[in-house]
């Protein structure tokens, strides 16, 4: 079993012990830097930020509950070659699911990584982060970051109750809360966050970590499991809810055409999309540079040719390019300019695709992605039972 | 109201469904024309974008056919296939596509009357399911 | 986009105007995008036929061509040669099916006309983004690289060497020969195994145009068909081959004495030795695992006795490359160890053998002289053969070996032969499977000569007083039967190399299910591999007998040969091209591509393809989300316009053809459809 140890906080706010945490991982002789989520020096959300200056730990802030983008593909650029040493980068559960799709897809390496990992209550998007620094009052950063953890312990923002800000429907939807496979994790599950908070080694890199840093082990995460339990509970009927909904919007092609026609074809759902790693979207490519005959020609066929054309086309395409390795942290309706419900449709598409394969995205690193392997005898069904 | 006839697209392996269609033809086995042949030279070619396409673009069906498994021209092709078949099949069945609209079958280079037979089968079976919604999007 | 694309309707005289409106079909394409001329004609395949196509090409200034006819598995050739003809790129051309897909099985006229149209209305969609493509000529390296120098291998270097080329012929062993030196008769002419194999052996050794390589092994191939890199590690033999004279002194006094290898444990040699005395090449080698001296000990004794000087202990490990243009795998087969079959208690019991063993046991120069003993040195009175040993069982391997019915047949023989007719043999077997040539009549032979023949899979060899006891389901009988015999020989499997896997992966070839490797086609290609230029001879493929292991070998001579004969090979252009720009370097193509012709640039990180490897067979494409991997000749963009060229309305329908409803009902009809689909 791995010893749990305990990170103390002082005056209250967790935030700092991360800060003090990161500082003392930084200080170490191997490693290079820290990848974190940073508040800018005015107010607002929170960016993924390569640090090398302990100074600059102080505007560190893994408790946040904005969520501009998935840091994923930027941990990928940054372990795609040589470090000179290791780096710490500090990954919400479903980032760290994404960049574990992106190293099987050879974007990036757990070589040199040290991962760290923390509990996630779920964050924002764009605009209920806005809403919620509203509802918070002009405080400082990660002083708003500690209100949250607290707040949404006590069970706000589980719905828009009153007006008030709702955590995104991807969070609300996540059944992933805690993170898989991180070095270290930062226990917020089930803890009085103001007190302490649990430092977690998930392997033997993290368990070494925990014993050179000295801290008090406190042998289990009381109370942790069973909050936990309940997250993953809450959430996944919150999803099977909405996977349900969903369904019925998109039952039928009209009724998908429906579901996506405020689709500009902006492609911002791909660019945010943490595990779209095509260089260049095939979509933006010369295979689609169609000629005016061939407009008029299913103009022609169809009678009326909705345009821009290929957003059904580009959205069936991505759910067969990308559905497999979705890990449905919701940046596509972030990123939607006209409030498709991305994620939503992705996600209940996923659910289907990724379990006809026994897969799960970001479950484990050494799995294959189903579509780069393949057996003699398999899915009979498919063919009729005919192998 | 007319009757409906389907528009099925096929891509065929060159090396065993296009053969058993010469095969069929010189044999003279009467198909259905509804079923038009796009000849690939491997079912392992046909990109999922493919399927997808034809059917919004007016296909009431697709049928892939290929060797069958262990006698891939190109070794494993059409394994890869039958995954990528897997794959489309859960998503299009999830917006109501029916899943007869796409197939995916193993027709061998000497199999003409097992061509013949899976052309007029398919028809039939799209012909009873009417036309497809997706077809009539006017969208791409 | 100005092509000038000319479209060519074949009558076929009636075979296709007989149900299609050919006229019809001809003037719906001059009304297509691009088409600059239509026609129809009765034979398009004739001389005046393809003479119109060309002077078309050149008169009206044709970029592009469509014939539609029979099916381009006929006569695809024919018009691409025509555009070639005329000066235009023959992969600019698209010839579609009207006959065979078409008229020959389309019952109505009408809709007969009407598909037609579709599948010309596709072509000459298509062929506007056809690109120019060139064939590439590839040299080819005269010499041949055979690996493995048993029964196969040696035929394969006798014959290609014969022919004038010269081969590199590596050998793992000591010696060459293979298992086929281990025999002592052969089936079903019962010729003598060395009498045949021994003179193949010298001829290797004495053929100029043969590199005889043993204690080598091939530990790297780099390159492609006609040329390759081979390196290959000499081991040491401990011995100079220049000097030694093959007297064998050196073996008589040698104090390490370990079970033999080639006795297949039924005799012993020493740390230095040779397998048997018509070994070739005919020198000794030490054993550096056993040897005293090598391992630190004192010894030196061969060294002391060698009258020419030749012991060296210190010769160290060579490491030799060489260019080749073809390759021909003959590594062999294994025998199956019965060990795991614990029933039948071999390696508990005395005299229970293997098949080789006992080749062993009954050979003139094997550890018995030839003399069928038991371990106590007497005769067995009574023999049981145990067939399909890890053959035709789906706990070891499910596949037949082909051969075992018909050396138990041989053994039934020698053993009624040596040991007189009152010897008991019964042979428990599943089916007796003898389809060569003579095998039936040798069985028939066999059978009468007395000996029995028990239809069942024995369940159990127990050991009673001193007894062996088989204990089989007489399935003909329908009882269980008990036999108690002297002697048990156990018909072994032959299994793949046990490291079959890893120079499956050294070679860039693969393994079948059964972990043999895997021929291009089980029917057409037996010999040849999914890798151009690499070939397979023998057992290495699956299980063989003599007979069919140097046809086999013949065989793949004969493909190796064309290759090196000719000097030259001629790259298909209709491969796979990864956009470096594009590509995001995931590798997935890399783990899809059956013949591993797909190649990682890590300074660039994207993935390469190695255009003689690739066969373009599309996997690739077929996965590769950014379309960075596009086959030639079948790009996204041509397969696209394919699609909408052949799901397009027609411009103007025949008012008669009920086909035509389609495409377009009003939507709120599709609305209620689907909800009942």
Request: charged letters at 20%.
């Amino acid at each position: 079993m791995p010893s749990v140890a305990r990170l103390p906080v002082e005056n209250g706010n967790p935030v700092r012990a991360m800060q003090e945490l990161l500082r003392r991982l930084l200080a170490e002789d191997d490693i290079v830097g820290v990848f974190a989520p940073r508040q800018p020096p005015a107010k607002g959300a929170v960016m993924p930020s390569l640090i090398t200056d302990p100074e600059a730990l102080a505007s560190v802030d893994p408790a946040s509950p904005s969520f501009p983008v998935n840091a994923a593909q930027q941990v990928a650029r940054l372990t795609r070659g040589d470090l000179d040493g290791k780096l710490i980068a500090v990954l919400r559960p479903c980032e760290l699911r994404a960049f574990t799709e992106l190293v099987k897809l050879n974007q990036g390496s757990l070589q040199n990584l040290i991962i760290v990992g923390a509990d996630c209550h779920g964050a924002f998007d764009n605009d209920g982060f806005r809403a919620f620094m509203e509802s918070n009052g002009g405080k400082p950063g990660i002083d708003n970051s500690a209100d949250f953890l607290r707040r949404v312990s006590a069970g706000e923002f589980t719905a828009a109750a009153n007006g008030g800000p709702a955590l995104a429907r991807a969070c609300r939807a996540c059944e992933h809360p805690a993170p898989e496979h991180a070095d270290l994790t930062i226990g917020l599950f089930g803890q009085d966050t103001s007190r302490d908070v649990l430092l977690i080694p998930g392997t033997a890199q993290g368990e070494a970590l925990v014993s050179r840093l000295g801290l008090a082990t406190s042998g289990s995460g009381a109370g942790r499991d069973e909050a936990l339990t309940r997250i993953r509970a809450e959430r996944t009927a919150y999803r099977d809810a909405m996977f349900e909904e969903t369904r019925a919007a998109t039952a039928t092609p009209a009724k998908l055409a429906e579901y996506l026609a405020a689709c500009v074809g902006c492609y911002n759902c791909r660019a945010a999309c943490p595990v779209c790693y095509c260089r260049e979207c095939v979509f933006l490519t010369d295979v689609f540079a169609h000629e005016p005959w061939q407009y008029l020609g299913w103009a022609r066929q169809k009678g009326a040719l909705r345009m821009p054309t290929d957003t059904l086309f580009f959205h069936l395409t991505r759910m067969a390019h990308m559905s497999l390795s979705c890990v449905g942290c919701g940046q596509c309706s972030n990123a939607c300019p006209n409030d498709i419900g991305v994620m939503e449709l992705f996600r209940t598409v996923a659910a289907r695709t990724q379990s006809a394969f026994d897969y799960e995205a970001g479950r484990n690193p050494d799995e294959k992605p189903p579509l780069t392997v393949f057996h003699q005898k398999e899915f009979a069904e498919v063919t009729g039972g005919h192998d | 109201m007319e009757a409906f006839e389907p528009t099925i697209i096929a891509f065929v392996c060159n090396w065993c469904t296009y053969t058993a269609a010469d095969l069929a033809g010189t044999a003279r086995m009467v198909q259905s024309p509804r079923l038009r042949l796009v000849r690939m030279m491997c079912t392992g070619m046909v990109d999922p974008k493919y399927v997808i396409k034809a059917l919004l673009s007016g296909a009431d069906g697709v049928l892939i056919s290929g060797c069958h498994p262990g006698d891939c021209h190109y070794i494993n092709g059409n394994y890869k296939a039958r995954r990528r078949v897997k794959l489309l099949n859960e998503i299009l069945t999830g917006f109501g596509f029916d899943e007869r609209r796409l197939k995916l079958t193993w027709v061998g280079a000497s199999e003409g009357n097992e061509f013949a037979a899976t052309v007029n089968r398919m028809v039939e079976d799209i012909r009873a399911l009417g036309p497809s919604e997706a077809a009539a999007v006017q969208a791409l | 986009m100005a092509n000038r694309i000319g479209v060519y309707v074949c009558h076929c005289g009636t075979n296709i105007a007989g149900k299609v409106d050919v006229a019809e079909v001809a003037r719906f394409a001059r009304g297509l995008r691009g088409v600059a001329v239509a026609r129809d004609y009765k034979f398009m395949c004739s001389d005046p036929g393809q003479e119109m196509i060309i002077r078309d090409i050149r008169e009206l200034g044709l970029n592009r061509v469509v014939v539609a006819s029979c099916s381009p598995r006929l006569h695809e050739k024919t018009f691409q040669n025509a555009c070639l003809r005329a000066g235009l790129n023959p992969f600019l051309f698209q010839m579609t099916c009207i006959r065979e897909h078409c008229s020959w099985v389309t019952a109505d006229g009408l809709e007969a006309t009407d598909k037609a149209k579709h599948i010309v209305a596709a072509a000459v969609a298509r062929v506007n983004y056809h690109e120019a493509l060139y064939s590439r000529v590839e040299k080819v390296h005269p010499d041949v690289l055979v690996v493995g120098a048993g029964i196969a291998g040696m035929q394969v270097a006798l014959d290609i060497s014969r022919a004038g080329h010269n081969v590199h012929l590596v050998e793992r062993g000591p010696s060459i020969g293979g298992h086929m030196a281990q025999f002592d008769k052969t089936f079903p002419t019962l010729d003598c195994a060395a009498c045949i194999s021994t003179p193949k052996m010298v001829a290797v050794s004495q053929e100029p145009r043969i590199n005889l390589m043993t204690y080598a092994e091939v530990v790297d191939i780099k390159g492609f068909v006609g040329n390759y890199t081979a390196t290959v590690r000499v081991k040491p033999r401990y011995v100079d081959m220049r000097r030694c004279t093959g007297c064998g002194l050196c073996m008589e006094k040698c104090p390490t004495k370990v079970p033999s290898e080639f006795e297949a444990g039924m005799g012993e040699r020493r740390a230095i030795y040779r397998n048997s005395p018509q070994s070739v090449p005919n020198k000794p080698v030490i054993d550096a695992a056993h040897c005293r001296q090598l391992g630190g000990k004192k010894c030196g004794v061969c060294a002391k006795l060698c009258p020419s000087g030749a012991i060296d202990f210190e010769q160290k490990e060579q490491l030799v490359s060489m260019d080749v243009g073809t390759i021909v795998l003959a590594t062999g087969f294994d025998v199956f160890d019965p060990t795991p079959l614990g029933q039948y208690g071999f390696g508990r019991y005395d005299n229970v053998l293997t098949g080789l063993q006992f080749e062993r046991l009954n050979n003139a120069v094997g550890p018995t002289d030839g003399k069928i003993q038991m371990k106590n040195g007497e005769k067995p009175g009574s023999v049981g053969i145990i067939h399909c040993v890890g053959s035709r069982d789906t706990n070891h391997h499910p596949y037949c070996s082909r051969v075992c019915c018909m050396y138990a047949l041989k053994y039934d023989h020698l053993i009624k032969d040596k040991l007189g007719h009152d010897t008991q043999v019964y042979n428990f077997y599943i089916d007796m499977r003898c389809f060569g040539k003579g095998y039936e009549e040798f069985y028939r032979r066999v059978q009468e000569e007395g000996v029995h023949f028990i239809r069942g899979r024995p369940a159990e060899v127990t050991d009673e007083d001193g007894h062996l006891v088989i204990t089989c389901e007489d399935t003909l009988l329908g009882r269980i039967v008990r036999v108690p015999v002297d002697m048990v020989i156990l018909c072994t499997a032959m299994t793949p190399r046990a490291d079959a896997a890893e120079v499956a992966r050294t070679f860039g070839i693969s393994q079948g299910l059964d972990r043999f490797f895997l021929e291009e086609h089980p029917k057409l290609g037996p010999v040849s591999t999914a890798t151009d230029g690499i070939f397979l001879a023998g057992t290495c493929q699956g299980p063989k007998d003599i007979p069919d292991a140097v046809a086999h070998a013949s065989g793949a001579a004969c493909q190796a040969l064309s290759l090196a004969a000719r000097g030259e090979v001629t790259i298909s252009p209709t491969i796979s091209h990864i956009d470096p720009d594009i590509c995001s370097g995931c590798k997935s193509c890399i783990d899809l591509c059956a013949y591993s012709a797909i190649e990682f640039d890590e300074r660039r990180r994207v993935a390469v393809v190695n255009e003689a490897m690739c066969k373009g067979c599309g996997s690739c494409a077929g996965h590769c989300p950014s379309g960075a991997a596009q086959i030639r000749h079948f790009s996204e963009r041509s397969i696209f316009t394919e699609l909408s060229g052949m799901l397009a309305g027609l411009p103007h329908p025949p008012a008669a053809t009920v086909a035509m409803a389609h495409p377009i009902p009003a939507a709120e009809t599709h609305g209620q459809t689907a909800q009942g689909a």
